[in-house]
T-cell receptor, first 115, second 116 residues
Framework: AQKITQTQPGMFVQEKEAVTLDCTYD???????LFWYKQPSSGEMIFLIY??????QNATEGRYSLNFQKARKSANLVISASQLGDSAMYFC????????????FGKGTKLSVIP | NAGVMQNPRHLVRRRGQEARLRCSPM?????VYWYRQLPEEGLKFMVY????????ESGMPKERFSAEFPKEGPSILRIQQVVRGDSAAYFC??????????????FGPGTRLLVL
């Protein structure tokens, strides 16, 4: 069975600084996908970025990048130039196995951006 | 371009009542997933549906919970005889399922169910 671990319950970052949110995963399947979602205080789940296990390059989407280290089984989210609107819960999730669809989520990291 | 729609956003029920949660997937998406989020937790998979078919309900409690996705209309998650432990946020997600390797699911805003 797959597992996602987020070890940082809460993080603080100064506005305009970069921040890294940690995520490690465990699966025995060579085919998997890694996802990050943002959940602001309003409650919705917003998709941020995706990394496939066979992707050669780290995924990037605007200010978000995913630091994918396959050997370490880590998929850290890097947010550059933090903004006040980045304050939210961030969840790392994965699907495991070709054609799989069940997302397994970590417990999340609460990010607070300080002005 | 409307995203995944869920209603109601908030639902209050007394113990023993029924709760009906609705989800309309994104345009062009024919696959719907329901997840539950307990306080201070990540989301947990409940059920995966296509039109008129339940594909996987392995995450759904065997009793009191049911889900459907009819040919016409939204997907419905139904909880009968609610108990306090059912209080949670229920999220619906959809995807096109074009059989790419790992497909992104797009979530609705969730329904917050409170059982008194």
């Amino acid at each position: 069975a797959q597992k996602i671990t987020q070890t940082q319950p809460g993080m603080f970052v100064q506005e305009k600084e970069a921040v890294t949110l940690d995520c490690t995963y465990d699966t025995s399947d060579p085919s998997y996908g890694l996802f990050w979602y943002k959940q602001p205080s309003s409650g919705e789940m917003i998709f941020l970025i995706y990394q496939g296990s066979y992707d050669q390059q780290n995924a990037t989407e605007g200010r978000y990048s995913l630091n994918f280290q396959k050997a370490r089984k880590s998929a850290n989210l890097v947010i550059s130039a933090s903004q006040l609107g980045d304050s939210a819960m961030y969840f790392c999730a994965m699907t495991s196995g070709a054609g799989s669809y069940q997302l397994t989520f970590g417990k999340g990291t609460k990010l607070s951006v300080i002005p | 371009n409307a995203g995944v729609m869920q209603n109601p956003r908030h639902l209050v029920r007394r113990r023993g009542q029924e709760a009906r949660l609705r989800c309309s997937p994104m345009k062009g998406h024919s696959h719907v997933y329901w997840y539950r989020q307990l306080p201070e937790e990540g989301l947990k998979f409940m059920v995966y549906l296509q039109k008129e078919n339940i594909i996987d309900e392995s995450g759904m409690p065997k009793e009191r919970f049911s889900a459907e996705f009819p040919k016409e209309g939204p997907s419905i998650l139904r909880i009968q005889q609610v108990v306090r432990g059912d209080s949670a946020a229920y999220f619906c997600a959809s995807s096109p399922r074009d059989r790419t390797l790992q497909e992104t699911q797009y979530f609705g805003p969730g329904t917050r169910l409170l059982v008194l």
